[in-house]
């Protein structure tokens, strides 16, 4: 089993930035690839980045790339989103998610059938 704990969420304005944190523990994280999920009200729940184990492959949806930027440091069980340039539609509740490495192709992270693993989230609120 893998536990994870999302923080650093919060109410921001429009072009702010905020950084997501997500605390894995119960095994070897670096095991494990990893990603962020966002779901707004009355949304599906929708790929917003991916990390693969060894913290080299990233993969990130249309509508945040060149905006966020995902990392990991596997030393402290930890992984983080950093947000910039925040827009109103990034307004949603943040999930951490984890995985056994697959070492797949890309798009096999924006599923979120493919994580075992769930964290409770975090809210991030833009406002305009």
């Known amino acids: 089993q893998v536990q994870l704990v999302e923080s650093g969420g919060g109410l921001v304005q429009a072009g702010g930035s905020l950084r997501l944190s997500c605390v894995a523990s119960g095994r070897t994280v670096s095991n494990y690839d990893m990603g962020w999920f966002r779901q707004a009200p009355g949304k599906e729940r929708e790929f917003v980045a991916a990390?693969?184990?060894?913290?080299?492959?990233?993969y990130y949806a249309d509508s945040v790339k060149g905006r966020f930027t995902i990392s990991r440091d596997n030393a402290k069980n930890t992984m983080y989103l950093q947000m910039n340039s925040l827009k109103p539609e990034d307004t949603a509740v943040y999930y951490c998610?984890?995985?056994?490495?697959?070492?797949?192709?890309?798009?096999?992270?924006?599923?979120?059938?493919?994580?075992?693993?769930w964290g409770q989230g975090t809210q991030v609120t833009v406002s305009s």
């Open positions: 998610v984890a995985a056994w490495a697959r070492y797949a192709m890309g798009s096999y992270y924006f599923d979120r059938h493919n994580y075992d693993y």
């Open positions: 990390i693969r184990s060894g913290g080299v492959f990233t």
